[in-house]
């Protein structure tokens, strides 16, 4: 009978330090750690099934964009413009549609670039929300809760995934602006604090401090390990002691973004061809064409989940006065979200990255106060999958013939939450955490995963 190999602390760091820095590499010794010691708290996981994506991107539309103006197209609203409801006059949409693709599905002129590639969008046009407010209605998209701040949906996969490459953040978010509830929208809440997103602010420095203050190399990785040593000793005689634990993975993760994430950001190493793609400048940091392509690069750089804020809670997609002001938001999203989905088709990536698109609700089919405009609207909007197991040229469900109710098979964000769960390999049912006495989950006791969306 052989005996099982042993390794203390430094013949482990010294196998790994001489691996290949590939990703199957980085793989091995990331399952290597987790044997260790209880291993890197986010070394990846084993999924509950066969996953259909290993990747989730998640474009958040802040304000509420009008479902009938968009992908949900309405003729009625044309031809039955000025009639009053009891809601109020029916308001006509301004913008032109025209069938795209074999699907020949209607899209709106503010979108032609991704109506150009409309054949890959699973379009779900029967989704409901709890709230019509922007706030609880933005957290209830993140979180599953209108009321009570729970951990993000970006939270939750880390937890049940963990990621591929600990030296970047396993959950990247990118805001130019705050949104709604700003950062509980990304906040890890009750989880381990190391699953909270890290914004990234555009610009010239995304992600601040990343340069060492420390003059030699060789002096900040002796003090790295001086104070790993001292975390560790600590943690010996605290084992459930979150916090801690949770600063050390940090710290890690720190480090590591010191070496690789100037690199990953560095959108200024792509060809001619990728940055026209994108629509954007080689010495462009800040528009929303390059943060889908940095969001591209760091996907191929392991992290796990990337979320996008086109806008922030003022000046967005809430249009009550005048429904043009869509055109420019629109003008601004179109070409960067379809390159990213090109781009990720071309590499291979697609079929193992999901891209989620939605708004914390929609817009009302009749007129605001003011006749130019339209109000949130709950009942009923569209959001989209793109890629990652879901159904391409699908729509699936329908809202009536004005847009107004659902008309069939209906979706609640709990099933939202539970279908994009399901793609990425995760039950919802059995993803708990127990906190405070009781076992959470991201869809609390709901949740149902409508088969016909999974390709």
């Known amino acids: 009978m052989k005996t099982p190999i042993q390794l203390d602390r430094r013949d482990f760091l010294h196998r790994a330090a001489g691996s290949a820095m590939g990703a199957a590499a980085l793989r091995a010794r990331l399952s290597l750690a987790a044997a260790l010691n209880d291993g890197h708290p986010l070394a990846p996981r084993r999924t509950h099934f066969p996953a259909r994506a290993k990747r989730l991107v998640i474009l958040f539309m802040t304000g509420g964009i009008s479902h009938v103006d968009t992908f949900d197209h309405k003729p009625k609203l044309n031809r039955d413009a000025g009639k009053k409801t009891s809601q109020g006059r029916i308001k006509a949409s301004q913008f032109a549609f025209q069938a795209y693709g074999q699907t020949g599905r209607m899209v709106s002129e503010l979108f032609p670039h991704c ?105 900040e990785e002796l003090e790295r390990r001086m104070l790993r040593d001292l975390n560790e000793e600590h943690l010996k005689l605290h084992p459930q002691d979150l916090q801690l634990r949770t600063r050390m993975a940090n710290f890690d993760t720190a480090y590591g973004l010191m070496r690789e994430a100037p690199e990953a950001f560095d959108t200024a190493r792509e060809s001619d061809s990728t940055l026209k793609l994108y629509g954007v400048e080689r010495t462009d940091r800040t528009s929303f064409g390059w943060q889908c392509l940095a969001t591209r690069r760091l996907l191929e750089r392991g992290v796990r989940v990337v979320e996008l804020f086109d806008i922030g809670s003022h000046s967005n997609w809430d249009a009550h006065g005048d429904m043009e002001t869509h055109r420019p938001l629109a003008r601004k999203l179109d070409q960067p979200l379809a390159a990213l989905i090109q781009d990720l088709k071309m590499r291979g990536m697609l079929e193992d990255t999901l891209i989620v698109g939605c708004s914390e609700f929609g817009r009302t089919p009749w007129e605001d106060r003011n006749p130019k405009g339209r109000g949130h609207h709950a009942s009923v909007f569209t959001t989209f999958l793109v890629g990652g197991g879901a159904k391409p040229g699908l729509s699936y469900g329908a809202s009536d013939d004005i847009g107004a109710e659902i008309a069939s098979q209906g979706m609640d964000v709990h099933d939202f939450h539970a279908t994009i769960l399901h793609l990425m390999g995760l039950d919802h049912e059995s993803l708990t955490y127990r906190y405070s006495g009781r076992d959470f989950r991201l869809t609390d006791l709901y949740g149902h995963v409508p088969k016909e969306i999974v390709s």
């Open 115 to 219: 109506g150009s590639i409309i054949d890959e969008f699973c379009l779900l046009h029967s989704m409901s929300n709890k709230s019509s407010g922007h706030s609880a209605a933005t957290l209830g998209m993140h979180t599953g809760s209108i009321t009570i701040p729970l951990p993000s949906i970006g939270a939750w996969v880390t937890h049940g995934l963990g990621t591929q490459n600990t030296n970047l953040p396993p959950f990247v978010v990118f805001a130019a602006k705050e949104p709604y509830n700003a950062y509980q929208c990304w906040d890890s809440n009750f989880l381990p604090g190391y699953h909270t997103g890290v914004r990234v602010v555009p610009g010239p420095e995304p992600i601040p401090h990343l340069g060492s203050g420390v003059p030699a190399t060789r002096r």
